[in-house]
């Protein structure tokens, strides 16, 4: 069964930078897409960013294009998130995701496998 495990959430200043990590087990394909996704209390889940290993598309959300960066080297090497620019609105529960399908969805619903989240909380 596939699991994952994200780490590097912490706290840190408005301006400051953090860098997530999903470490994934279990994978039995090699054409995987994986996204960040984020949720504030009393907010929706939302996208961040997602990618396609198999082209290394990566997609973003308008509110973090440019400062944020996903990357993988393949779909069974850890999934990053480099967070740059850090605002006060970024403070949420972080968690990584893996869905089946292509393009790589935006919507939560469409994603399988979840980590349990890293807590990022941004301070002005």
């Known amino acids: 069964q596939v699991q994952l495990v994200e780490s590097g959430g912490g706290s840190v200043q408005a301006g400051g930078s953090l860098r997530l990590s999903c470490a994934a087990s279990?994978?039995?394909?090699?054409?995987?897409?994986m996204g960040w996704f984020r949720q504030a209390p009393g907010k929706e889940r939302e996208g961040v960013a997602r990618?396609?290993?198999?082209?290394?598309?990566?997609v973003y959300a308008d509110s973090v294009k440019g400062r944020f960066t996903i990357s993988q080297h393949n779909a069974k090497s850890p999934l990053y998130l480099q967070m740059n620019s850090l605002k006060t609105e970024d403070t949420a529960m972080y968690y990584c995701?893996?869905?089946?399908?292509?393009?790589?969805?935006?919507?939560?619903?469409?994603?399988?496998?979840w980590g349990r989240g890293t807590q990022v909380t941004v301070s002005s």
């Open positions: 990618i396609y290993t198999g082209s290394g598309t990566a």
């Open positions: 995701a893996i869905a089946n399908w292509i393009p790589c969805p935006d919507n939560h619903t469409y994603y399988d496998t």
């Open positions: 279990g994978l039995t394909s090699s054409r995987y897409c």
